[in-house]
Every structure is written in structure tokens, then in C-alpha cells.
């Protein structure tokens, strides 16, 4: 059934962070996003992450791993957070060094306040000849925010999104904060998560990005997202390669659901296909009622 059974302590393993980028227009989501997408190079593999799927994960060189949600702007996190997926550990927010700190800046801050989850600042675009860093510490520490080089505790780094300076040292504080939340998941049981985002691909039919929280997501699984369902043909990675399992804080591609499920639903694997299109049928069923509802009214 769809209820979660309490994991055991010894069955808990470390787990990447996920990890959401935030800030105001213009000040270099895109950009850091892409920069981390093109530069990272898993050991052994050649080039970098061509697929935009709305998630990725990268490894760093001392093998630490980061998943990122490839959706900037806090749109898609309020979005899934309104639909009660929680699945960003911590927040980038990116500021531009050559600005201030900016309506969206504040309101990033406090989505990721709301939600509980650590910050990390990103000064941003410290290669420009009137880049101040100093002056968005000091609009942080107005704030009542104060990052370590004002003497307090959240982490912050200058970089260039554009040549990369600083990113892999941004990325060395992540996991350092990620440290402190002693993330952990059960790899050993069915699959549960989140979608990120799902289209129809003329040939491959529905294609789900879903990030795995928890579990093992396996090929063949049969799968709940929202309302819809369906057996997993295949999975992908952001590479593109084909994968037959996915572990917590994997990001992968499914192919085999009937639709396409919203951002921010939740998915769960069925053991029995029969329960799972049940349960699909009958949430249809309920959104079309809310709907009739909400018309007459
Ligand atoms: P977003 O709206 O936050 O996603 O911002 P973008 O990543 O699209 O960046 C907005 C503009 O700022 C683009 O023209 C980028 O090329 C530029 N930009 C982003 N990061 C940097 C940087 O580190 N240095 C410089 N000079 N320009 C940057």
C-alpha cells in the first residue's frame, strides 16, 4: 500500500544532498547551473551532462556527489512545495556582487527560511569591474544574516558563474553544511520521491524526470505518480545513459507512465498494478468532482 513503513537506524545510508539554486533575475542562476551542468565530468566518463531534465547529479573529484534541481527560480520549489514534496536539503541563493540584495533575493531567503532549509549564498559575478561583495555581506548582515566572513554561521563564497572562479569552493560548502544534516535514506526498499517535471516526447511517449528520495527505483517497477502509472520500460540518466536502478537522491528519466504527472508529485512503486491504477482512477475521479465543485460554485 501507498503508507510508508519506518525505516530501522541500521538500515540508513548517507545520501546526497539535493540542492535548489534561488535568487533574483539576472543575477546568475542560468549561468551557475550550466557552468556545474558543462563542467562536471564524472572520472571516466566522457563529456559533460548534454540532457536537460530538470535534474542532475555531479561528482566532485573526491567523489562526493550533489543533486541539483535544474529548474532556477523559486517558482518550481513553491510550486512542489504547495503540492507538500519537500525534497530540497539546501538552498543556493545566488546574489550578483554588482547589485543589491533584490525583492527576489528576500523573497528566496524566505521561501528557503519557511522551509527550513540551510542557505548557502552564492556572490555572484565578482569578475565585474564594479563587483562589491562586501556590500551584499553587509545588506546579509542587515538582515540579521550573517555569513562567516561577517563572523556568523552561514556559509557564503564569491564566484564567477561565468568563468567558474569559485564555484568548486561554493560546492566544497554545500557538502560541508550537507555534512551537518547527516542526510541519510534506506536504499533497501521499494522507490519513493518527487517528480521535477514530465512531457510528451514525440517517439518515446511520456518521459517523468523524478528525483528517488528513498528506496531503489528498479526497471520493471510498477509506478504511482500523481494520477498516473505504469510499468517502468527504461530509466536514463542526465547523461542519457541508459540505467536499470536508481538509489536515493537520483535524479533519473522514466519512461512508461500513461501521462504526464505535475511537478511536485509525489511517486510511490506498487507491488500490485492493479492497487496502483485503483488509486490513479480514483484521484482523477476526485480532481474531476473538485472541479465540477469549484464550477458551480
Ligand atoms: P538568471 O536570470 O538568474 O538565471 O541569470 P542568468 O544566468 O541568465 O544571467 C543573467 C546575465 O548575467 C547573463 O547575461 C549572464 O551571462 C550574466 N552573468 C551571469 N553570471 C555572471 C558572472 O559571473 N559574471 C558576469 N560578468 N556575467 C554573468
Request: net charge negative; proline share 4%; aromatic share 4%.
Amino acid at each position: 500500500s501507498i503508507e510508508e513503513v519506518e525505516d530501522k537506524p541500521e538500515d540508513l545510508v548517507s545520501r546526497a544532498p539535493i540542492v535548489t539554486v534561488m535568487g533574483h533575475v539576472d543575477h546568475g542562476k542560468t549561468s551557475l547551473l550550466d557552468y556545474i551542468r558543462e563542467e562536471n565530468v564524472i572520472a571516466g566518463e566522457s563529456g559533460g551532462i548534454t540532457q536537460h531534465i530538470g535534474a542532475y547529479g555531479v561528482q566532485l573529484d573526491n567523489g562526493q556527489k550533489i543533486a541539483f534541481l535544474d529548474t532556477p527560480g523559486h517558482e518550481a520549489f513553491t510550486a512542489m512545495r504547495a503540492r507538500g514534496a519537500q525534497v530540497t536539503d539546501i538552498a543556493i541563493i545566488v546574489a550578483a556582487a554588482d547589485d543589491d540584495i533584490m525583492p527576489q533575493t528576500k523573497e528566496a531567503i524566505s521561501h528557503a527560511q519557511a522551509a527550513g532549509v540551510p542557505i548557502v549564498f552564492a556572490i555572484n559575478k565578482i569578475d565585474k569591474p564594479d563587483a562589491n561583495p562586501e556590500k551584499i555581506k553587509e545588506g546579509l548582515a542587515q538582515m540579521n544574516l550573517l555569513v562567516e566572513d561577517w563572523g556568523g554561521k552561514i556559509q557564503s563564497h564569491d564566484i564567477s558563474a561565468k568563468f567558474g572562479t569559485g564555484v568548486k569552493e561554493l560546492l566544497e560548502k554545500v557538502l560541508l553544511e550537507a555534512e551537518l544534516l547527516e542526510l541519510k535514506a534506506n536504499p533497501d526498499k521499494p522507490a519513493v520521491g518527487t517528480v521535477v517535471e514530465a512531457f510528451l516526447d514525440k517517439g518515446r511517449g511520456y518521459v517523468s524526470t523524478i528525483l528517488v528520495q528513498a528506496g531503489t527505483l528498479k526497471v520493471g517497477d510498477y509506478v504511482l505518480a500523481g494520477k498516473n502509472s505504469g510499468k517502468v520500460k527504461a530509466m536514463q540518466d542526465e547523461r542519457g545513459n541508459d540505467v536499470q536502478e536508481a538509489g536515493p537522491s537520483t535524479p533519473v528519466s522514466i519512461l512508461g507512465l500513461d501521462g504526464a504527472p505535475q511537478a511536485g508529485d509525489k511517486f510511490n512503486v506498487f507491488e500490485d498494478e492493479r492497487e496502483a491504477k485503483q488509486i490513479a482512477s480514483k484521484r482523477t475521479q476526485l480532481q474531476r468532482e473538485q472541479s465540477v465543485r469549484t464550477q458551480r460554485h
